[in-house]
């Protein structure tokens, strides 16, 4: 993260790029509510996963 609160979650299994996020200013608290983070965190979550689990032989890399 940059000092103004800008930058990336990344998240890898192996070489495979599993989840990336671009995030903006951070330091504030983005979201309504605690349930609209999490809603927002299994999505991104299940997303990872489903690709872990499509490209297994990369994620052995």
């Known amino acids: 993260l940059s000092h103004e609160g800008f930058g990336w979650a990344l998240i890898f299994s192996g070489r495979l ?16 509510s605690l349930e609209k983070l999490a809603i927002e ?17 990369v994620r052995k890399l």
């Open 17 to 32: 790029l599993l989840v990336s996020r671009t995030l903006r200013d951070a330091q504030r608290f983005g979201f309504d």
């Open 41 to 57: 965190g299994e999505k991104l979550t299940e997303s990872g996963i489903a690709l872990a689990h499509c490209f297994s032989e």
